[in-house]
C-alpha cells in the first residue's frame, strides 16, 4: 500500500473543546452521518501503551514522569491509524492542543493531508462542570476545583492555535451549550456545505 497516496486525499477535521463540552457526542453524529473515522489522540496514546510496544514503553515513561510525550509519536500514531483505516474523511479529536502541536503536525503533514477546518465546541465552564459531574466517571480529577483547574489550563494551551486558525479563517465554534440536539443543528450544516461544495467539484470534472 502507498500511504502517501492515501494520506494524499485525507480530508481533515481538527476537533476542540474543553472537557465537557459534549465533543464526543457530535463526532459520534458526525462519524455515523458522514462516514467520517473518529480518532482520538488521547485515546491512541493510552491503546499504544497498553500494547506493551516500544513506543508504548516510551509513552508510560514519559506519563510517569510527568512529562508530555514527544509530538512525533503522536503523530506518527495518529497517521498510522489514518492510513490503516483506509478512510479519506478523518475527524481528530483533542489535537493539535497548542501550537507546538500543530506546527509538528504541519511539518510532517504537509503534502499528506487537507486541513477542511478547525472545529471548536465553546461552552461555558459552568456548563461543562454541571456535565462532568453528571457523568459521575468516579475521576479523581471530577471535583470541583480540578475540574476548574482542568478547564483553565486546556483553554490557556489551546488559545494560540485557535487564534491560528481564525486567522487563516478556518476556524468553525459552535455554541456547545445547549442541548445535543441544539449542539447538532449548529454542527450539521457544517458538513452539509462540505458536502456539497465536494460534489459540485466533481460534477464540474
Known amino acids: 500500500v502507498n500511504l502517501s497516496s492515501i494520506m494524499a486525499v485525507a480530508d481533515i477535521v ?5 472537557p465537557g463540552a459534549g465533543k464526543g457526542t457530535q463526532c459520534t ?6 462516514g467520517y473515522i473518529h480518532l482520538s489522540a488521547g485515546d491512541l496514546l493510552r491503546a499504544e501503551q497498553a ?3 516500544e513506543d508504548g514503553e516510551l509513552i508510560a515513561d514519559y506519563i510517569k514522569n510527568g512529562k ?3 509530538i512525533e509519536i503522536t503523530i506518527k500514531l495518529l497517521e498510522k491509524a489514518i ?9 481528530i479529536d483533542g489535537f493539535p492542543r497548542n501550537e507546538e502541536n500543530l506546527n509538528g503536525w504541519e511539518s510532517a503533514m504537509k503534502d499528506k493531508m487537507n486541513t477542511k477546518f478547525m472545529l471548536y465546541f465553546d ?3 459552568e456548563e461543562c462542570l454541571r456535565r462532568a459531574l ?10 470541583p476545583e480540578s475540574f476548574r483547574k482542568r478547564i483553565a489550563t486546556y483553554n490557556t494551551s489551546t488559545t494560540a492555535v485557535l487564534n491560528i486558525f481564525k486567522a487563516r479563517d478556518l476556524l468553525r465554534r459552535i455554541n456547545a451549550n445547549g442541548t445535543p440536539d441544539e449542539v447538532w443543528s449548529e454542527t450539521l450544516p457544517l458538513f452539509l456545505v ?3 461544495s465536494l460534489c459540485r467539484g466533481i460534477c464540474l470534472l
Open 14 to 18: 481538527f476537533v476542540l473543546g474543553p
Open 29 to 34: 453524529k458526525i462519524k455515523e452521518e458522514f
Open 51 to 53: 500494547a506493551g510496544s
Open 68 to 70: 508530555i510525550v514527544p
Open 83 to 91: 492510513v490503516s483505516s483506509g478512510c479519506r474523511k478523518v475527524l
Open 123 to 125: 461552552c461555558e465552564e
Open 134 to 143: 453528571a457523568r459521575n466517571q468516579n475521576r479523581a480529577d471530577d471535583n
Open 194 to 196: 462540505s458536502t456539497f
